[in-house]
């Protein structure tokens, strides 16, 4: 089988943050990777999202 390139995926869920005034990140554009090649969720990204951002906001 064939590796998908969601090359122009990606470049779409880009545009669309930047739209909105906000900053894509390797790490960002890693997850969508993963979301895209079905190796996680996007429930799962925004879990460690949300666990990252409260761990910032206690220190």
């Given at each position: 089988?064939?590796?998908?390139?969601?090359?122009?995926?990606?470049?779409?869920?880009?545009?669309?943050v930047?739209?909105?005034?906000?900053?894509?990140?390797?790490?960002?554009?890693?997850?969508?990777?993963?979301?895209?090649?079905?190796?996680?969720?996007?429930?799962?990204?925004?879990?460690?999202?949300?666990?990252?951002?409260?761990?910032?906001?206690?220190?």
């Open positions: 089988m064939a590796k998908k390139d969601y090359t122009i995926f990606i470049k779409n869920a880009e545009a669309s930047r739209m909105e005034g906000y900053t894509v990140t390797p790490k960002m554009r890693n997850q969508c990777k993963q979301v895209l090649s079905g190796k996680t969720t996007t429930a799962e990204c925004l879990k460690q999202f949300t666990a990252a951002k409260a761990a910032k906001v206690t220190k």
